[in-house]
C-alpha cells in the first residue's frame, strides 16, 4: 500500500489566494483527519471524517477554511482567502474504525507559504 | 478537556544512553495511547499503540508504558543511536473511534 497521499507537498502562494489541499487515505480506511502544525501551537485538529460523514469540525479556524469529502478515497481542505497566519504543515491521517486499535496514519503533509 | 502534556520540550544525551521521555494526559478516562515519531520535515510515524488495558508494549528497543490512573505514559529507549534523533510525540484517544489529542513532542538529540 502506498500509504497516505498528499499533494501537493509544497505550497506558496499569495495572501488572497485560494488553496486546496488533497488526500488519498490509505485503501479500506473509513476514518480520516486534517491536521494543522506549527512551532507555537504543535498538532492541532482541524476535522475529521467517518465514513465521509465530518463528524468534528469545531478545530477549524474560521469560515475561510473549508473541508470535504466526497468519496472514501478523497478529502479536500481548502481555505479562501488564504491568509499569512494560515502558513503551517497541513497532514491529513487515516485509520481504520471499528477494530481494537484505532492506529492513525499520517500522510508526508502540505507545507503552505502564504506571503 | 484533554490536555496532553510532553516535558522536557528538548533533551540531547550522548550516544548509547537508556533514555525515558515522559508523557501526562489530565483525563484518565482513555481508549488507546500512541507514541509517534516525527523526522524534520517529514510526517508522523507510528512507534507503539497501547489499549487503555495494556500496561505496555515493545517493538525492538522501544518500550511504552501506561499508567492509565495517574495520568502517565513513558516511552523508554535502550542503548539510543544517532539515528534516534527526531521530535516524539504522544496522543490519547477518549474513546473509540474518536480524535487524537498530541502533546507537543519532544526534540530528542543524541550525540555520536
Known amino acids: 500500500d502506498a500509504g497516505v497521499i498528499q499533494s501537493p507537498r509544497h505550497e506558496v502562494t499569495e495572501m488572497g489566494q485560494e488553496v486546496t489541499l488533497r488526500c488519498k487515505p490509505i485503501s479500506g480506511h473509513n476514518s480520516l483527519f486534517w491536521y494543522r502544525q506549527t512551532m507555537m501551537r504543535g498538532l492541532e485538529l482541524l476535522i475529521y471524517f467517518n465514513n465521509n460523514v465530518p463528524i468534528d469540525d469545531s478545530g477549524m479556524p474560521e469560515d475561510r477554511f473549508s473541508a470535504k469529502m466526497p468519496n472514501a478515497s478523497f478529502s479536500t481542505l481548502k481555505i479562501q482567502p488564504s491568509e499569512p497566519r494560515d502558513s503551517a504543515v497541513y497532514f491529513c491521517?487515516?485509520?481504520?474504525?471499528?477494530?481494537?486499535?484505532?492506529?492513525?496514519?499520517f500522510g508526508p503533509g502540505t507545507r503552505l507559504t502564504v506571503l | 478537556k484533554q490536555e496532553v502534556t510532553q516535558i522536557p520540550a528538548a533533551l540531547s544525551v550522548p550516544e548509547g544512553e537508556n533514555l525515558v521521555l515522559n508523557c501526562s494526559f489530565t483525563?484518565?478516562?482513555?481508549?488507546?495511547l500512541q507514541w509517534f515519531r516525527q523526522d524534520p520535515g517529514k510526517g508522523l510515524t507510528s512507534l507503539l499503540l497501547i489499549q487503555s488495558s495494556q500496561r505496555e508494549q515493545t517493538s525492538g528497543r522501544l518500550n511504552a508504558s501506561l499508567d492509565k490512573s495517574s495520568g502517565r505514559s513513558t516511552l523508554y529507549i535502550a542503548a539510543s543511536q544517532p539515528g534516534d534523533s527526531a521530535t516524539y510525540l504522544c496522543a490519547v484517544t477518549g474513546a473509540a473511534n474518536s480524535k487524537l489529542t498530541f502533546g507537543k513532542g519532544i526534540t530528542l538529540s543524541v550525540r555520536p
Open positions: 483525563d484518565s478516562a482513555i481508549y488507546n
Open positions: 491521517a487515516s485509520r481504520t474504525t471499528g477494530t481494537s486499535e484505532n492506529e492513525q496514519f
